[in-house]
């Protein structure tokens, strides 16, 4: 059965701090992992993708990704109110050529 | 690059009447786009992936005679949702991929029947 889990929250961080956000995934098989970002009533919009085991940073984002541990995460640095949003992490399963979303984590950044 | 657009960004309609709703790929081809369903305080749940010049796979439990995909040309998905109820009230997105580096979503569609 195809699943991606996360933490559905809600995280609570101060601004400037780092937010971490977790996600595991079914399938070790997958090759690609996203991580998209929503605001509240509107559509999702990426922040960034990874295919390989390791770190990938972009900007004040990084994404991790443990193939082993079939684990994901996404760390939010010096996070800032606007960053407050839900973050969902998306998978391409095998044989499939749509994304799988978790549920979401409803990240909250406090002046 | 990569924007896809979807419209109407919202509609209200009356019971038992259909809305159509449009997605479009404006700076690229996407043979393939996909159709979501989100209803409050829940994630994306995938309704189904619309081939360019084919019929539209359906996920299961999406009634495919209710929910009418054509996807007519390599840049237009369109999803009418035929006989609305309450029921049918939620925020449907489309998507689209160029393949490789991620999927890009259209603005979504706030449908609300009365």
């Known amino acids: 059965q195809k699943e991606v889990e996360q933490n559905s929250g809600p995280l609570s961080v101060p601004e400037g701090a780092i937010a971490s956000l977790n996600c595991t995934y079914s399938?070790?098989?997958?090759?690609?992992f996203f991580w998209y970002r929503q605001y509240s009533g509107k559509s999702p919009e990426l922040i960034m993708f990874i295919y390989s085991n390791g770190d990938k940073e972009d900007g004040r984002f990084t994404a991790q990704l443990n193939k082993a541990s079939q684990y994901v995460s996404l760390l939010i640095r010096d996070s800032q109110p606007s960053d407050s949003a839900t973050y969902l992490c998306a998978v391409n399963f095998p044989g499939a050529n749509n994304l799988f979303f978790g549920t979401g984590t409803r990240l909250t950044v406090i002046p | 690059g990569a924007v896809v657009s979807q419209h109407p960004s919202w509609v209200i309609c009356k019971s038992g009447t259909s809305v159509k709703i449009e997605c479009r790929s404006l700076?690229?081809?996407?043979?393939?786009m996909f159709w979501y369903r989100q209803f409050p305080k829940q994630s994306l749940m995938l309704m189904a992936t619309?081939?360019?010049?084919?019929?539209?796979?359906?996920e299961q439990g999406v009634e495919k005679d209710k929910f009418l995909i054509n996807h007519a040309s390599l840049t237009l998905s369109t999803l009418t949702v035929t006989s609305a109820h309450p029921e049918d009230s939620s925020f449907y997105i489309c998507?689209?991929?160029?393949?490789?580096?991620?999927?890009?979503f259209g603005s979504g569609t706030r449908l609300t029947v009365v």
């Open positions: 998507s689209a991929s160029r393949g490789g580096d991620g999927y890009t």
């Open positions: 399938d070790r098989g997958s090759q690609s």
């Open positions: 700076d690229f081809q996407a043979t393939t």
């Open positions: 619309s081939n360019e010049g084919s019929k539209a796979t359906y």
